[in-house]
Each structure stands twice: as C-alpha cells, then as structure tokens.
C-alpha cells in the first residue's frame, strides 16, 4: 500500500516549484529589460509589430496616366472612383444595421440581405462595392453625415475609361480590376502609366474600433506618367471606317487588319484590327456571324482570339508583296537589272517541282518591271535562283525577317523560314514569290519602308513621348535605324519599278490608283499552305502595301484581308481598293496635295453646288463656276425648288443638271443594272434612263475596270436625274 507524501515532501516541492518560478520571472524581466533598453534592432521590430496591430491601413489607388493620341486627344483616361467597406465592429445595434442595410443596398443596387450578411460578419472589414462613381458616393456620405452613422468606409480608387470606345483596341490594349494593364500598350507601359499608391492609416483598439490618436496619416498617391501615342484619332478613323465596310463586303474569316507608317520614322499613325470590341467593355466579343472563327471556341479562346494584335502577334505568308525584297536584293547585288527579260509560259520545272504563274498562259517575254507589273511567279523565280541561298538569305535577314521588329507592342511573335544551310534550290523558289516563309505583317511594311526610303530598317513604335503628371516632358521616342539594306539609288529604282505597277499594264491605273497622287505599291496573295495540308481547303490572305508620294515616299499603308469568303480573294482585288478608300481621304488631310494629269481631269468628279432657292439664272450660273455647263429646267418657274442630282453628289462635270422650278412631281424612273459593265457603258446604259453616272473610285480609269457594286441597287425607283453611285475595279489576279 503506497504512502502518501509527507508534509516535509510537499514543503520540498513548493520550494522548487516557487523556485523555477521565480528564474523564469527574473529571465522574463531581464529579456524585457534588455530589449527595451539595450537591443535597439529587436526593440523597433517588436514597435513595429506592436504598432501593425494597432494601426489600420487602406491602399489609395494612384491615378493611372492618361494615354493621348499624338494631337493631346485623349485615348484613355482615369477618374477617381471609391472603394465602399463596412467594419461591423463598429455597428452598434440592429437599428443602425438595418438602416446601413437599406441605404446601402438601394444606392449601391445591391441586395440587402447581402450586406446585413456583411454587416453581421466576425471580419474587420467587409468590403461591399469596388470602382463606385461620385453621384452614388455623394449619396453614402450624406445618408452618413445625416444619420451620424459609423462603420461605412470609402476609399479612393480609380477607374480607367476609353472616350474613344473600341478605337485601335488591340493596340491600346485595357485594364483589369486591380488597374493593372492587360493588352496593348496598356500593358507594355504598365510601370509607366501606374505610378505609385498611396495609404491612409489610422487607429484601432483591440476590438477594431476607430482611436481618434494624433498619429493618423495620409500619405498622397503619386499619379503615373503618361503617354503621347503616334497615332492619330482621325487616321484611326479612316482605316477602320474602310475595314467596317470590308468586314460587311467580304467577310474575312480571319479578321482584316491595316496599318499606316511613316515610312522614315517608323512611326505608326493608325493601326485597325476588324473585328474588334469596346475598350469599356472588353469581355463582350462580337457575335459568330461577325466573325466565324471564334465559333466553338471556349470563352478564353475567344477573348484570345479577337484581343490578339493582328499586326504583331500573327504570322501568315506574304505572297507576291514579298518580291519586293527578293527584287531589290538582285538589283543591289548586280544579279539583275531593268534591262532582264524573262519568258514565262504558265510555269516553271526546278528540280522536278512545278511552279505556276497566275496566268497558265503565261505572260511571254517580259521586262524586270514588266515581270512585277504582271507579277510574273516563273521570272520570280529566276529573280531568286540568280541571288542562290548565301544571297538571299543575306537579304532576308537584312530586311528584318529573322528578328522581331522590336515594336513596343506586347505579344510580338517569332516568324518562321528555311535557315541558308537548309535552302534548297525548291524553298529558295519558293520564298522568292513570298510562300513558304511565314512572317508578321510589321515584318513586311517595314521591310517595304526600308525598300522605298532609300534603303533604311526603322524600329516601329507607337508611343512618341512619355510625360509627367505636369505635362513635362520625360523621354522621346526618336526613330531607330537599325541599317541600311540596299543603297540609295537602288531604292530609286524600285520606287520608280512600284510606281508602274500601280500606274498598271496600261498606265490607265489599276484598283490602288488614287485621283492627283503617284503611288507606289505592291499587291500579294497568300496562299495558306499549312492550312492546306491540314484541311485539304484552299484560303489565302490578300494585301496590299503601298506608300505616297512616289517623288518622294512619306507614308505607307498595309492592308491585309484574311480569308475572304465572299468568293474572291486576289489582294488586288480584295485590298488594293481599301487602300485607295483610305488613301484618298488620309492624303489631302496629311498636307499632300493632289497633282492631276490631263486624263484624270476628265474622269474627276465634282460635288454638285446646292442651287434650291436660287433664281434660275443665279443657279446657272453658280453650276457654271463649278463647271457643270449641262443644265436642264424642268418647270415654268422662276425659282429652283428641287435639283437632281442632290446637293453633294459627285459627278462628271458632263454629267447633266436637273432644276425644278414647280411643284409638279417629279417623275421617277427605274434604276437599270450597270453591274459587270465598262465605265463607259455602265454611263450610256444611265443615261438612257434619265439617270447619271457617280464613279466612287474614279482613280481606276482602266478600260479593263468593270462594276462591281452600285447603289441604289437595280430596280430602286428615283428621281429622274439622280446621281448612281458605281465603283468600278480591275479583276485583278496578280499575286
């Protein structure tokens, strides 16, 4: 049976009990002493700690800089919005609760039951709405300064918003909900454009509640930089006007893109991908109709799909635009010369392997600017095969195909060729016409700047300037020549070559030809092989490069339609005729100024005055200074009251001029089919219905050109007199 222990036992117990007791008070003492006293680096980190729990810190957003175009148009922009948060330690009772509740939830538009649920929560802090603009926070602070009520927080964020909507989308790119940059140069120049957030700090007991202590603090974010863009909002406008109107008519499945460049700086003006989205609301894409591909893709795939930069981040094969390299690199190495002829019956055999030109016929005996005007694929080849794989290659690089252009656009993809060691007489005739090698369209319009610029490789870029929040001036993007590829006087020479390949076969003009300018310019036509070999389908990617003045080359303009599926798909038809739409307005508002010749006089059209109003005479006189001399007055009157054609239409100064001075009705007519007819014919053919003739791309004066479209369309009833628009084009198989 075990003994209980004694009281001399208990006594010895107590004693070494009191004992270790008393060393761990004394070491606690000492450690507190020496910490407050002695170990200065442990002290403030433990001052810290203390501190960090008794202070609350709130995040304020800095103000993202504002993004311009390079006229100060604002592109992008920030605004102050507030963050709203509740600390339901500091909801008193239940009345207070449920007034928060109510308030809340119909300012804010959120359900009730939601916020009591937040108000209820064992949390600090709840936060109930993010990105909320001043009419709604106006609202909070009155409902609280009213209401003496506690526990509702606001902070200070900021959201981004696009004044221009969905304008160059893909190279503006957008923000996420924390303001950070997602796409575009939103995303490339995000350390730029974010700067620096700022904090509010306050105190709290123990419980989270608010102490009112002197060492509060604000400390001001710093607002970010910002960016002066080379593009320009009206050239922006142009391009994708153009390209809406290609997305309706075509109906590319692979989207359509154009970018315009100064071909010395290698500024970028305007940069369009169509289909494209609204920068407020990028995750809305467009629907399958307006553009098949993105059907059956997953959401993720989609937004990829349609956000991707077009011009940067894909890759396709050029076509014939790309002889404008191996072109240049024969004339510069003497391995050709404009004096070359080249027979080319259809196609040509090298090692076993056929090569087609567009015309099986062939094109017979052809000179070195004949062979491009045609766009001949046999004397391309022969072009190619004198240059041999060191060559070629050479030039390839030189003109930038084997690196990335260095655009500060995020996304820049790596192109895809046959390395000089792996050429072979079969892929270094094939890569001479622009297949088989797979490079981005800014690979291409700037291996065609440096051609027609005197032989100079730019870097493109699209932002000019970064600035501060004061509007001083940081950094200047000034352009970077990378090298000279071909010399100044070869360059001359292919301006002089590309001139006459837009001029055309005939000189009368083909579907690129612009009324009052040179041009030069070069179409392609790619087929898209490995999409071939996939699907057993035939697709191409039709473009068009070309640039003005041909005297002295300023500006280029690429525009690329991806698999048309209305049918046709040749660039020069397809993209030589967006590229005069877009031309002919960018040009007169560039400052160049149209030089017409004699033959283009007597195709121009001229806006026809408004003469409604006038006296007879007055009218005829007003139509003769604008030398319309073919009039004719319907009525008895003395007054015009009506005109045909309307006011603005533009017409031959042949064109006949109808004045109504009565109010009789006017007889109307039937709008005949002009489609497939000549210019000349398709002008007989109106006027024999009392009708007029409106070329809308007078700029194609080939005997060749035949309608394609006219409105109003066939069979419309109008007025006798009225003006009928028709645009006329080339069927133009070259490339």
């Known amino acids: ?46 001052s810290v700690k203390a501190y960090n729990q008794q202070l609350s810190a709130d995040t304020v ?140 700090t306050g105190v709290q007991d123990a419980k989270g509640g608010s102490m009112p202590y002197e060492y509060e603090y604000y400390y001001p974010a710093q607002d970010g930089n910002s960016l002066v863009m ?20 075509r109906r590319p499945a692979n989207r359509c893109m154009a970018i315009m460049m100064n071909v010395n700086t290698g500024e970028i003006l305007a940069l369009s991908v169509k289909p494209d989205f609204d920068l407020n609301d990028p995750y809305t894409l467009p629907s399958v109709a307006e553009y098949p591909a993105i059907e059956g893709k997953s959401d993720g795939d989609a937004r990829t799909a349609v956000w991707t930069n077009k011009a940067v981040s894909e890759i396709y094969e050029p076509g014939s635009v790309f002889k404008v390299v191996t072109g240049s ?16 019956n259809g196609s040509c055999v090298v090692d076993d ?49 084997t690196e990335r252009t260095q655009i500060d656009l ?68 000034s352009s970077n020549t990378k090298r000279q590829v071909i010399s100044d006087t070869t360059s001359k020479t292919m301006v002089e070559v590309l001139e006459a390949v837009v001029k055309g076969i005939d000189g009368a003009g083909t579907n690129a030809s612009v009324p009052g300018y040179r041009i030069v310019g070069k179409s392609g036509t790619g087929q898209k092989l490995k999409y071939k070999q996939q699907t057993g389908l035939d697709t191409y990617v039709g473009s068009f490069i070309g640039a003005i003045p041909a005297d002295n080359p300023q500006y280029a303009l690429m525009v690329l339609v991806d698999t048309p599926t209305d049918g046709t798909y040749y660039g020069g038809t397809v993209a030589s005729p967006v590229f005069a739409q877009i031309m002919s307005e960018a040009a007169p508002y560039l400052g160049i100024l149209p030089e017409y010749t004699a033959q283009e006089l007597s195709h121009l059209t001229i806006a026809v005055p408004a003469c ?36 603005g239409s533009n017409i031959n100064s042949s064109t006949r001029i109808i004045l109504y001075t009565d109010n009789k ?31 809308d791309n007078s700029g194609v004066q080939s005997q060749k050109a035949r309608a394609t479209a006219q409105s109003p369309e066939a069979g419309a009833s109008v007025p006798r007199g009225t003006a009928i628009s028709v645009q006329f084009l080339t069927n133009d198989e070259t490339g």
């Open 410 to 477: 995020p996304g820049e993809t790596d192109s895809i060729y046959v390395r000089e060691k792996d050429l072979t007489p079969v892929s270094l005739a094939s890569e001479s016409f622009g297949q088989t090698e797979s490079i981005t369209a800014m690979q291409m319009l700037t291996a065609f700047c440096a051609v027609v610029n005197g032989g100079y490789l730019n870097t493109p870029h699209v932002v000019n300037q970064i600035i501060d929040s004061n509007g001083n001036i940081l950094k200047t993007k």
């Open 612 to 647: 409604e109003g006038l006296l007879v005479e007055e009218a005829k006189n007003k139509l003769a200074k604008a030398n319309f001399t073919n009039v004719e007055v319907i009525g008895s009157g003395d007054t015009v009251l009506s005109q045909a054609p309307k006011t």
């Open 230 to 249: 080379s593009i320009d909002s009206t050239l922006q406008h142009y391009c994708d006007k153009a390209l809406e109107e290609v997305m309706h008519v």
């Open 329 to 344: 690199a024969a004339l510069e190495e003497g391995t050709m010369t404009l004096n070359n002829n080249f027979h080319c």
């Open 353 to 401: 392997t056929t090569f087609h030109c567009w015309r099986r016929s062939g094109h017979g005996s052809q000179t070195f600017t004949q062979a491009y005007i045609n766009s001949c694929n046999p004397a391309f080849v022969q072009i190619g095969s004198s240059l041999g794989p060191e060559l070629f290659f050479r030039y390839f690089s030189m003109y930038g195909m």
């Open 665 to 695: 009705e006017q007889k109307n007519v039937i709008v005949p089919n002009v489609i497939g007819l000549s210019q000349a014919a398709a002008n007989l053919t109106l006027a024999n219905s009392g009708l007029s003739l409106a070329i």
């Open 61 to 200: 957003s800095a103000n993202r800089g504002t993004i311009y175009d390079r006229n100060m148009t604002p592109i992008a922009q920030s605004a102050t919005v507030w963050t709203v948060s509740l600390a339901p330690n500091q909801i008193k009772d239940e009345s207070q609760l449920n007034k928060i509740a109510s308030a809340l939830s119909e300012i804010l538009g959120i359900d009730r039951d939601k916020i009591i649920e937040k108000c209820k929560s064992k949390t600090q802090y709840e936060i109930v709405k993010k990105k909320v603009e001043k009419p709604q926070r106006d609202q909070i602070l009155d409902f609280v300064n009213s209401n003496r009520i506690a526990g509702i927080h606001m902070v200070e964020d900021t959201k981004r918003y696009y004044p221009m909507g969905s304008m160059a989308a893909q190279t503006i790119g957008f923000v996420g909900s924390d303001n950070q940059g997602l796409l575009g140069v939103e995303l490339s120049y995000n350390s730029e454009l974010s700067g620096i957030a700022g904090k509010v």
């Open 1 to 46: 049976m075990v003994k209980a222990p004694s009281k001399k036992m208990k006594f010895k117990l107590n004693i070494v009990i009191l004992g270790l007791l008393a060393v761990g008070f004394f070491i606690l003492i000492g450690r507190v002493i020496y910490i407050a006293c002695f170990a200065e680096v442990d002290g403030i980190k433990y």
